[in-house]
């Protein structure tokens, strides 16, 4: 069974800082991994999108990579701003049919002005 | 990106009424659909998977006669709480996955902030 985690649960940086989230996934058997962003009491916003096959993908200041032999993905966000703080989710779908997203819990980001 | 549509944003309603939830899926079909719960501060859980002219898949522990879904067209999903009470009061989100770039990649609703009275 797919399990995703997410480290750390909660972040706090300043201003400008650039800044690593971190996702882990306990079966290299996904069809890709998504990153979406939460604002408090709205839906998810899809951030970036990799498929299996791919190692990175880019947007703008934001960078997703996977490694699935390690079973880990990164969010790296440049120059951080105060409209960054969210909380970040990530969400494995797993191959073989399943069509079920595996979330993990999720980073809470707060960047201080 | 594609975009999911979520109606209401809000809905306060009295216990033992039924309220209505609708998804709908902009500038794409959607054979499928998903609904979500999320208590605060946690992440989401998945309630059913939504399939256009069959019957719902409802995850285990999810009252199928309390969480009505219908999926009568492949760009619209409808969750009905019924007979609702405090205890349901939620945050549901609703996600369909577009098919317009092969990549299998999901997007969701607004989400409906529901609470009963």
């Known amino acids: 069974k797919q399990e995703v985690t997410q480290i750390p649960a909660a972040l706090s940086v300043p201003e400008g800082e650039n800044l690593v989230l971190n996702c882990s996934f306990t079966d290299s058997a996904i069809y890709n991994l998504q990153w979406f962003r939460q604002d408090p009491g709205k839906g998810l916003t899809s951030l970036l999108l990799i498929q299996s096959s791919q190692r990175e993908q880019t947007s703008g200041r934001l960078n997703a990579s996977l490694d699935k032999s390690s079973g880990r993905s990164t969010l790296y966000i440049a120059a951080s701003q105060p409209g960054d703080s969210a909380t970040y989710l990530c969400?494995?779908?797993?191959?073989?049919?399943?069509?079920?997203?595996?979330f993990g819990k999720g980073t809470k980001l707060t960047v201080n002005p | 990106g594609a975009v999911v549509s979520q109606h209401p944003s809000r809905v306060i309603c009295k216990s033992g009424t039924s309220v209505k939830i609708e998804c709908r899926s902009l500038d794409f079909q959607a054979t499928t659909m998903f609904w979500y719960r999320q208590f605060p501060k946690k992440s989401l859980m998945l309630m059913a998977t939504s399939n256009e002219g069959s019957k719902a898949t409802y995850e285990q522990g999810v009252e199928k006669d309390k969480f009505l879904i219908n999926h009568a067209s492949l760009t619209l999903s409808t969750l009905t709480v019924t007979s609702a009470h405090p205890e349901d009061s939620s945050f549901y989100i609703c996600?369909?996955?577009?098919?317009?770039?092969?990549?299998?990649?999901?997007?969701f609703g607004q989400g409906t902030r529901l609470t009963v009275v």
């Open positions: 996600s369909a996955r577009s098919p317009m770039t092969g990549k299998a990649e999901a997007f």
């Open positions: 969400a494995a779908l797993p191959q073989g049919g399943s069509e079920k997203l595996v």
